[in-house]
C-alpha cells in the first residue's frame, strides 16, 4: 500500500487526490487548516482518510503533496522535517513558483526523505475543493523541478504516480520555470487586473463603460478574477522576475505610445504584424498555464426557456458547461448561443449531442 499524503485540499490539492483515490494500493489522507474544507472533500469522495494534524497526514505517507498557498510553502516545509518521516518519502508541492521553495528545501531536507518541486499547469479562477476535478491535470504540462543532488529512482517514482493526471511531465530547471512562468501567467494577470481596474475608474464617471465591457473584454480578463490571496503571494514570490518583465512591458507600451505620437501607421501594422505571426504558430487546443475556454456557438430559435433546455440536455448527459451567453437575441433574428466548456473532452461530446438533436452548431 502506498500512502500518498494531500496537505491542503482544496482546487489543486483534491483534484490531485481525485487522480489518486481508488487508484490499486494507493490510499489518500488529506490534511486542511479548514476543518469544514475537509469535511466537505471526505463527503465528496475527495479522500480516504481526513486528518485533524499535518503530523498525522505526514505519518508513513510515502508522498505528501503541499498543495497551500505559495506564502507559506517554507512553514510547512519545516513542519514536516520536524516531523518523523518515512524513509525515502517524497515531498512536492504545486505551488506557481519554484525557485525560492526549492532553494529552500536543498538546504534543509535530509538524505533520508527527498523533495521535488511540481507545478501542474492548469487551474482556473475558482478555487476550494468544490471546483476540484479528475480531469484538471489530463494533457496539460505538469512541471518537475529536481535538481542535481535528487536521485534518479525518487524522480522516477513521483513521475510514476503523477502518470495519474494523465499530465506531460516536463522536467525545467527551477529559476527557469519561474522566468517562463512569470511572463506567460504572472505578466497577463498582472496587465489583466491593472486593465479591469482602468475601466473600473473611468466606469465611476460613467456606467456605459460597464455595458459595453460585456462579452469579449470579460472573457479577456476573466483572469482578473483570480484568488487574490493567492496571486499576492504568488507576485510576491517571484517578484524579481515580475519587475524585469513589467519594465519590459513599459518599453511595449511606451513604443505604442511613440507609433500613435507620430502617426505612424506603418509602425502599428507591423506590430500587429509581428504579433499576429507569432500568435498563429502558439499550439492550438493544447492546454497551457491560462485555462483555455473550450467554445461552440448555436444558432437557436429564439423561444422563451431555450436555454433552459440545452443546459437540461447537457446536464443529463453529465456535460459540464462552465459559462452560457447569449450573443445575440432580438425578436427577428435569430440567437446566438456561446457555450463555453473546460476541456475538449465535454465540448466534443457537447457537439456530437447538440447536432444529434438538430442544433446547427460552430465552431
Ligand atoms: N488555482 C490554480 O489555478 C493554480 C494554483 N496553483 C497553486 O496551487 C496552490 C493551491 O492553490 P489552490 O488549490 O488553487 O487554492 P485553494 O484555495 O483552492 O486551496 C488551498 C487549500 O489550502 C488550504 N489552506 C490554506 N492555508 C492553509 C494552511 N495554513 N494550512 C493548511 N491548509 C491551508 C485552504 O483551506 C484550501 O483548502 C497554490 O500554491 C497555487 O499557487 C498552481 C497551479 C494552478
Ligand atoms: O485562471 C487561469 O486560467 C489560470 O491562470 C490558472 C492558473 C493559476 C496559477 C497557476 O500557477 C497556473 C494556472
Not at 456606467?207 to 465591457?213: D, E, I, T, V, W
Not at 444558432?299 to 433552459?308: F, L, R, T
Request: aromatic residues 8%; glycine residues 8%; contains cysteine.
Amino acid at each position: 500500500m502506498s500512502k500518498v499524503a494531500i496537505i491542503g485540499v482544496g482546487l489543486m490539492g483534491g483534484s490531485l487526490a481525485l487522480c489518486f483515490k481508488g487508484k490499486p494500493g494507493i490510499r489518500v489522507a488529506g490534511y486542511d487548516i479548514s476543518p469544514a474544507e475537509l469535511e466537505k472533500s471526505l463527503k465528496r469522495g475527495v479522500i480516504d482518510t481526513a486528518c485533524s494534524t499535518l503530523e498525522e497526514a505526514a505519518a508513513d505517507a510515502d508522498f505528501i503533496f503541499l498543495c497551500v498557498p505559495v506564502g507559506i510553502l517554507e512553514y510547512y516545509m519545516d513542519k514536516l522535517l520536524q516531523t518523523t518521516l518515512k524513509e525515502g518519502c517524497i515531498i512536492s508541492d504545486v505551488g506557481s513558483t519554484k525557485a525560492s521553495i526549492s532553494k529552500y528545501a536543498r538546504n534543509r531536507i535530509t538524505p533520508a526523505v527527498h523533495f521535488i518541486g511540481g507545478h501542474p499547469m492548469a487551474g482556473s479562477e475558482r478555487s476550494g475543493v468544490e471546483a476540484a476535478a479528475s480531469h484538471l491535470y489530463e494533457n496539460a504540462f505538469y512541471v518537475l523541478t529536481p535538481d542535481e543532488s535528487t536521485p534518479r529512482e525518487a524522480y522516477d517514482r513521483l513521475v510514476q504516480l503523477l502518470q495519474y493526471t494523465k499530465a506531460q511531465i516536463v522536467r525545467v530547471d527551477a529559476k527557469h520555470h519561474d522566468e517562463i512562468v512569470g511572463a506567460v501567467s504572472h505578466l497577463p494577470h498582472v496587465i489583466a487586473v491593472a486593465l479591469v481596474n482602468q475601466i473600473a475608474r473611468y466606469n465611476e464617471r460613467d456606467g456605459l463603460y460597464r455595458s459595453l465591457a460585456a462579452g469579449g473584454f470579460r472573457d479577456i480578463t476573466r483572469i482578473a478574477s483570480g484568488h487574490p490571496d493567492m496571486w499576492r503571494d504568488i507576485l510576491l514570490n517571484n517578484r524579481h522576475v515580475l519587475l524585469r518583465l513589467l519594465r519590459d512591458w513599459n518599453g511595449e507600451v511606451a513604443k505604442f505610445a511613440d507609433l500613435l505620437e507620430s502617426g505612424d501607421g506603418d509602425g502599428i501594422f507591423k506590430e500587429f504584424e509581428r504579433a499576429g505571426a507569432f500568435r498563429s504558430q502558439l499550439p492550438e487546443r493544447r492546454k497551457g498555464v491560462i485555462t483555455a475556454l473550450f467554445d461552440v456557438y448555436i444558432d437557436v430559435p429564439d423561444h422563451p426557456g431555450i436555454i433552459g433546455q440545452i443546459a437540461t440536455l447537457l446536464g443529463n448527459h453529465r456535460i459540464n458547461l462552465s459559462n452560457i451567453h447569449i450573443i445575440e437575441s432580438r425578436a427577428d433574428v435569430p440567437g446566438v448561443l456561446r457555450l463555453s466548456f473546460r476541456n475538449e473532452t465535454d465540448m466534443d461530446a457537447a457537439i456530437e449531442l447538440l447536432k444529434l438533436h438538430d442544433y446547427s452548431v460552430q465552431l
